[in-house]
Nanobody, 120 residues
Framework: QVQLVESGGGLVQAGGSLRLSCAAS????????MGWFRQAPEKEREFVGA????????YYPDSVKGRFTISRDNAKNTMYLQMNSLKPEDTAVYYC?????????????WGQGTQVTVSS
């Protein structure tokens, strides 16, 4: 069993930055692909970024490419999401995910989410 706990969310002005953290416990996930999703009110859950199955690549949708960067510290069993040049449309609950295979909407493990609010 894997537990994922996000932290680092909060309120920030447009153009600002935040760094989210995702701490994994219960089992070493250093070999698991990990990623991030987000969900805004009344919107579908949206993919934000993830590591490839082999962990040698990262993938981002066009909506965040160039602004968001994911990284991980396997020694700490922690993944990060650095968010720069934030926009009001980035406001959402952000979820950390992990899966023994590839990251999809049906990822096996999800955190409880952390709220990010970007004011205009």
């Amino acid at each position: 069993q894997v537990q994922l706990v996000e932290s680092g969310g909060g309120l920030v002005q447009a153009g600002g930055s935040l760094r989210l953290s995702c701490a994994a416990s219960g089992r070493t996930v250093s070999n698991y692909p990990m990623g991030w999703f987000r969900q805004a009110p009344e919107k579908e859950r949206e993919f934000v970024g993830a590591f490839s199955y082999r962990g040698d690549r990262t993938y981002y949708p066009d909506s965040v490419k160039g602004r968001f960067t994911i990284s991980r510290d396997n020694a700490k069993n922690t993944m990060y999401l650095q968010m720069n040049s934030l926009k009001p449309e980035d406001t959402a609950v952000y979820y950390c995910v992990a899966d023994p295979n590839q990251i999809t909407r049906d990822a096996k493990y999800w955190g409880q989410g952390t709220q990010v609010t970007v004011s205009s």
